[in-house]
């Protein structure tokens, strides 16, 4: 398997624009998880999905973020419009839906937003 | 709400010595512990997993340990080599979340 893969790898917008970043879970896993991380507050949670299902979105910084996962295979995490404060890097990472697995990573996006 | 914490924040030591990397948590009542590496600009590699129910994971020069009770694991480093700098982080499982602690950066020099 290639492990959890991330789109964009880097991505550069203009503030108010609209950005989308996508991933794609290792097959089999059936969670999901989007993380950001920045200098100051490290890696922080946003949403998670156990079987394509948000189950907790406690950590999405405000209305502006948004994600879905309409399937298995494939999930978007979408920012509208953005700011410069979101610049940070994303991570996506997946894992069986037990409690005891465990969980792997993609190599992230790097969002920076001018 | 479980916190997650790693000391040292930074490490630099000279190729060859033994490392321990310091992390606690908050609450007691976790799935597992999970340690990552990640290089710079790089995504989180995992290194090693501990079941609640385990006390230490061995990989390579690679070994660490959890006391639940207590709140603490480590990650040992043997021989350290300078391939191993990186950033260290720690995970702890607690219902479905996996929360990070802040990390520790590794610089090993020749």
């Known amino acids: 398997d290639a492990g959890v893969i991330q789109s964009p790898r880097h991505e550069v917008t203009e503030m108010g624009q609209e950005v989308t970043l996508r991933c794609k879970p290792i097959?089999?896993?059936?969670?999901l998880f989007w993380y950001r991380q920045t200098m100051m507050r490290g890696l922080e949670l946003l949403i998670y999905?156990?079987?394509?299902?948000?189950?907790?979105d406690s950590g999405m910084p405000e209305d502006r973020f948004s994600a879905k996962m309409p399937n298995a295979s494939f999930s978007t995490l979408k920012i509208q419009p953005s700011e410069p404060r979101d610049s940070a890097v994303y991570f996506c990472a997946s894992s069986l839906l037990q409690r005891r697995a465990e969980a792997f990573f993609g190599q992230g996006t790097r969002l920076t937003v001018v | 709400k479980q916190e997650v914490t790693q000391i040292p924040a930074a490490l630099s030591v000279p190729e060859g010595e033994n490392l321990v990397l310091n992390c606690s948590f908050t609450d007691s009542a976790i799935y597992n512990l999970q340690w990552f590496r990640q290089d710079p600009g790089k995504g989180l590699t995992s290194l090693l997993l501990i079941q609640s129910s385990q006390r230490e994971q061995t990989s390579g020069r690679l070994n660490a340990s959890l006391d639940k009770s207590s709140g603490r694991s480590t990650l040992y480093i043997a021989a350290s080599q300078p391939g191993d700098s990186a950033t260290y982080l720690c995970?702890?499982?607690?219902?479905?979340?996996?929360?990070f602690g802040t990390g520790t950066r590794l610089q090993v020099f020749p």
């Open positions: 995970a702890v499982r607690s219902t479905d979340k996996l929360i």
């Open positions: 097959s089999g896993h059936n969670s």
């Open positions: 999905f156990n079987n394509n299902v948000p189950i907790d």
